[in-house]
């Protein structure tokens, strides 16, 4: 099955883990630049970042120590069947590490993800996150 007939929540799960999880930096991009639209907006708590924005803090969290995925639980999702998009909300918990300074932090983060049918394919359009520092 193509990961563009996966079911939507599981598709976000896949984008997400190849975008911050999974150990390698060309999986990371091919993700971005083909799963996430030019037009995307990421909003965590009161920040918001574009398309670059994001790239950017990726690259660097990954380049700095990185983040590994602790468990992810989908709340609810809503399925735009005609649109071949929808929305879904995650329960997500993370650990990030620094390895500069040996620092990890646990987080939390209830995460929702906007998908739209762009150009032939899904593509993430939205995020907002409420994330906390456990």
């Known amino acids: 099955m193509s990961s563009q007939q996966l079911p939507l929540g599981e598709w976000v799960k896949q984008?997400?883990?190849?975008?911050?999880?999974?150990?390698?930096?060309?999986?990371?991009?091919?993700?971005?630049?083909?799963d996430v639209d030019s037009s995307l907006v990421v909003k965590i708590n009161h920040h918001v970042f574009n398309y670059e924005e994001m790239k950017g803090g990726v690259l660097y969290i990954r380049g700095s120590g990185g983040m590994t995925l602790d468990s992810v639980s989908e709340?609810?999702?809503?399925?735009d069947a005609e649109k071949q998009g929808g929305v879904v909300a995650h329960l997500v918990t993370f650990?990030?590490?620094?390895?500069?300074t040996k620092q990890e932090v646990r987080k939390t983060s209830?995460?929702?993800?906007?998908?739209?049918w762009i150009d032939g394919r899904r593509k993430l359009t939205e995020l907002v996150e409420v994330e906390v520092e456990e």
Do not use: C, G, M, R
């Open 15 to 34: 984008v997400n883990d190849a975008i911050f999880y999974q150990p390698d930096d060309e999986v990371t991009l091919k993700a971005i630049n083909e």
């Open 75 to 79: 709340i609810l999702k809503w399925d």
């Open 95 to 100: 650990t990030t590490k620094n390895n500069a």
């Open 110 to 116: 209830l995460i929702t993800s906007i998908v739209k």
